[in-house]
């Protein structure tokens, strides 16, 4: 499956922001998903996760309560609503697919297929 992220731009603190994931190959409900980020500097790190029905998922201490993921199976994309952006946001966002299922009860780590990123930067 080949994954297309796009959305990311620069914008103020306290900004939002929706991120989209596009799965080709009618992907779909066949994956659960998630993002992740990396920041200048740092290890990428989960961000938010999802599983194939869309019903549960999963979100980093860090980004909890200010954004949310959600997808859309019909339309074969996935979606990452940003609120109250932060400085410390600011990172390459990245899409992952995963073959196996998904509680959404943990962070997911070790994902299939990675999307090229976009990048999202919050001014202070």
């Known amino acids: 499956v080949q994954l297309q992220a796009s959305g990311g731009g620069l914008v103020q603190g306290g900004d939002s922001l929706r991120l989209s994931c596009v799965a080709s190959?009618?992907?779909?409900?066949?994956?659960?998903m998630g993002w992740f980020r990396q920041a200048p500097g740092k290890e990428r790190e989960f961000v938010a996760g999802?599983?194939?029905?869309?019903?549960?998922?999963f979100y980093a201490d860090s980004v909890k309560g200010r954004f949310s993921i959600s997808r859309d199976n019909a339309k074969n994309t996935l979606y990452l609503q940003m609120n109250s952006l932060k400085p410390e946001d600011t990172a390459v966002y990245y899409c992952?697919?995963?073959?196996?299922?998904?509680?959404?009860?943990?962070?997911?780590?070790?994902?299939?297929?990675w999307g090229k990123g976009t990048l999202v930067t919050v001014s202070s």
């Open positions: 992952a697919a995963d073959r196996a299922s998904y509680s959404g009860t943990y962070p997911l780590r070790n994902m299939d297929f």
């Open positions: 190959g009618g992907a779909g409900i066949r994956y659960s």
């Open positions: 999802i599983n194939k029905s869309g019903v549960r998922r």
